[in-house]
Nanobody, 123 residues
């Protein structure tokens, strides 16, 4: 099992920035990729960004390209999401996820999920 804990959410004005963190524990040696998803009220959970745990390029949703940056420090079992130029439509609960399968933009691929952290962007 892998346990994931997110932090760093909060309330920010439009145009502002937040840095989300995700710490993994447990069987972290089994992780092959990690990702961020988000879910706004009344909407389905959607892909934000993903990164291979060892080597490879990150993936981003079109809606966040150029504004968000995903990174990791494998030695610390930590992943981050730098979110810049935030917009009101970025308001959602952001979830950290991990998989021992190939990297994917599909939520069903990810077996392990954090509890989520709320990001609210005011206009």
């Amino acid at each position: 099992q892998v346990q994931l804990v997110e932090s760093g959410g909060g309330l920010v004005q439009a145009g502002g920035s937040l840095r989300l963190s995700c710490e993994a524990s447990g069987r972290t040696f089994s992780i092959s990729a990690m990702a961020w998803f988000r879910q706004a009220p009344g909407k389905e959970r959607e892909f934000v960004a993903a990164i291979p745990w060892n080597f490879g390029r990150p993936y981003y949703a079109d809606s966040v390209k150029g504004r968000f940056g995903i990174s990791k420090i494998s030695a610390k079992n930590a992943m981050y999401l730098q979110s810049d130029s935030l917009r009101p439509e970025d308001t959602a609960v952001y979830y950290c996820a991990a998989t021992n399968q190939r990297i994917s933009t599909t939520a069903a691929t990810y077996d392990y999920w954090g509890q989520g952290t709320q990001v609210t962007v005011s206009s």
